[in-house]
């Protein structure tokens, strides 16, 4: 995996380049303190943002789905994706309306999706997801478990950025 911009996605990034930052730990911070994960995908020449929950572990992400439904479906033609993710967001208020901004950090990524099969794996990538919003141990039924669709993206690349800190 790069930490920042690499591999396919070896363009320089637009926009203020001296709020970017590519220290692993900080990104992995942001991938742990983030509630949602808003999953990019193209579908054709049409794009589609889903957020959804996640977990984060060994250069991968983890999200759950329904079998069914425009997100899987999109995947199952095209597995490439972009993520993002933010945390500490606030609206910093100026004089004049033009001065107005954000502070926040944020994690931009690039990967590709795969589905998780088999029970065990499956067990395995929902803990990583429930361990990113509460402490374990947890179970699960086992029909629910056969029944959900879970996702794992390969990350190739992410870049944090942030503003305000």
Same mark, same amino acid.
């Given at each position: ?36 994960? +808003? ?27 329904? $079998?069914?439904? #425009?997100?899987?479906?999109?995947? $199952? $033609?095209?597995?490439?994706?972009? *993520? ?27 990967? +590709?999706?795969? *589905? ?5 794996? #499956? ?28 996702? $794992? ?7 944090? #950025?942030?503003?305000?800190?």
């Amino acid at each position: 995996m790069q930490w920042g911009y690499g591999g396919r996605h070896n363009r320089q990034p637009m926009g203020r380049k001296d709020r970017l930052f590519t220290d692993r730990t900080q990104i992995e911070s942001i991938l742990k303190r983030a509630m949602v994960c +808003r999953v990019a995908l193209a579908d054709g020449g049409q794009p589609y943002v889903v957020p959804v929950n996640f977990g984060y572990q060994d250069g991968c992400l983890y999200f759950h789905s329904d $079998r069914e439904g #425009k997100k899987m479906d999109i995947l $199952r $033609r095209n597995n490439r994706v972009c *993520f993002e993710v933010d945390t500490d967001l606030e609206l910093v208020r100026r004089q004049t309306a033009c001065q107005w901004g954000m502070r926040y950090r944020s994690v931009i990524g690039f990967g +590709r999706a795969f *589905f998780v099969e088999g029970r065990e794996e #499956k067990r395995a990538a929902l803990d990583i997801i429930m361990q990113h919003y509460s402490d374990g141990p947890f179970q699960y039924d086992e029909k629910q478990v056969d029944e959900v669709a879970i996702v $794992r993206v390969e990350i190739d690349s992410m870049t944090g #950025k942030q503003a305000g800190y």
